[in-house]
């Protein structure tokens, strides 16, 4: 999801996912088929740049490198094309940060609605519902999120947090292990891992 501060730990920057087959083809733990959100055909560029960051923060020899390519990914992310989708989504963050939900809410609306195959306005969209605890709806954006950009390590962040908060621990536990695939830095998905490891298998790791 976002990065906004006052999200729980685990929902913070941290890079997630490595896109599994079923995560490609759409899909979260438990067999649900994400929604049919339209795919944005990114330039070839903006695709070799991701592919070399996400390479890069595989291969991240410290915390604060992969900081630093995390943050570098987000960049990259947050670039609509749109000078009016980023006027609403910047509309949109200030209101969430300010804790008008419902506003953010309505500005975000119209984000996926001009552009539905802008993660970010999924994402941040996905944001909104889970401060508001409307967690049915988040999945349901972080869903869309996914089937645009499968390796949205944020959008996986919020999508294991949910999933141990309404007691799905086993699809929690293989989200946030595919998360270190990613990110081998994730904390916050070493901490949960190491906790749900216990309560779904019986031992620690």
Not at 17 to 28: D, E, F, K, N
Not at 177 to 200: F, M, Q, T, W, Y
Request: charged share 25%; glycine share 6%; aromatic share 4%.
């Amino acid at each position: 999801m976002t990065r906004l501060s006052v999200l729980p730990a685990c929902l913070v920057i941290p890079v997630l996912l490595a896109a599994s087959p079923a995560l490609a083809q759409g899909q979260v733990p438990g067999g649900q088929v994400l929604g049919n959100a339209a795919r944005k055909a990114a330039p070839d560029g903006e695709n070799s740049k991701l592919d070399e960051l996400f390479a890069r923060l595989a291969k991240a020899p410290d915390d604060a490198s992969a900081t630093e390519i995390a943050n570098a990914i987000w960049r990259v992310w947050l670039e609509s094309g749109s000078d009016t989708v980023d006027l609403l989504v910047l509309r949109a963050t200030s209101a969430m940060q300010d804790k008008d939900y419902d506003v953010a809410l309505k500005l975000l609306n119209i984000v996926v609605g001009l552009d539905p195959s802008y993660a970010e306005g999924w994402n941040k969209r996905a944001t909104v519902h889970y401060l508001k605890h409307e967690y049915d709806k988040s999945i349901s954006d972080i869903r869309h999120v996914l089937a645009i950009e499968p390796r949205h390590f944020g959008a996986m962040a919020g999508l294991g947090s949910m999933l141990k908060e309404i007691g799905r621990n086993a699809a929690a536990l293989e989200i946030y292990r595919r998360a270190l695939a990613i990110n081998p830095h994730l904390d916050g998905a070493k901490r949960a891992i190491r906790e749900l490891s216990v309560e779904v298998e019986g031992r620690d790791i």
